[in-house]
């Protein structure tokens, strides 16, 4: 409610502030609504496209989320801290839908992050856990090659 009194037409941080508070009170639509409201505003270019990505994130529209935050990883001229963040949640994303290829992609983001900053969060941990779960994949799609036993038997 206070965030709500503070959050005039032209004042941009209260706002900001806001639509954070509503997606973390889980009113999504609300949030989306504040946060796109002041997305092309100079100063919160960068930090609306991660929390609109987030709120996309968290309706499901994990395409839609991935977009929000290459792009603003793609902004340039903010801090370095919301570029991380955006690697952050774009690995984090790929990583859950735990596919092959999202693996991959998760690791690219992660591993750039890494090399950016080794001590982001639990960064490391996550490399380490995203290889894992990449090789683990990987070693599931191999098949076994027939061998001379199993050929000879089936051709008597």
């Avoid at 499901?60 to 793609?74: P, Q, T």
């Avoid at 790929?94 to 591993?111: D, I, N, V």
């Amino acid at each position: 409610e206070r965030l709500e009194k503070e959050a005039q037409p032209d004042d941009l941080g209260p706002r900001y502030r806001l639509g954070v508070a509503y997606r973390e009170l889980g009113r999504i639509e609300e949030a989306l609504v504040m946060l796109q409201s002041i997305q092309h505003e100079t100063e919160f270019v960068v930090p609306c496209l991660i929390a609109i990505g987030l709120c996309l994130r968290r309706q499901g529209l994990d395409g839609a989320a991935a977009k929000r935050f290459a792009k603003a990883i793609e902004t340039p001229g903010y801090p370095e801290p919301l570029y991380l963040e955006a690697l952050y949640n774009l690995g984090d994303l790929y990583e859950a839908k735990g596919t092959q290829e999202s693996l991959a992609l998760a690791l690219s983001s992660f591993e750039e992050l890494y090399a950016r900053d080794i001590a982001y969060r639990d960064i490391g941990e996550r490399v380490r856990v995203v290889k894992t779960n990449l090789s683990s994949a990987e070693r599931q799609k191999i098949k076994r090659l027939p061998t001379r036993l199993a050929d000879s038997q089936g051709n008597q």
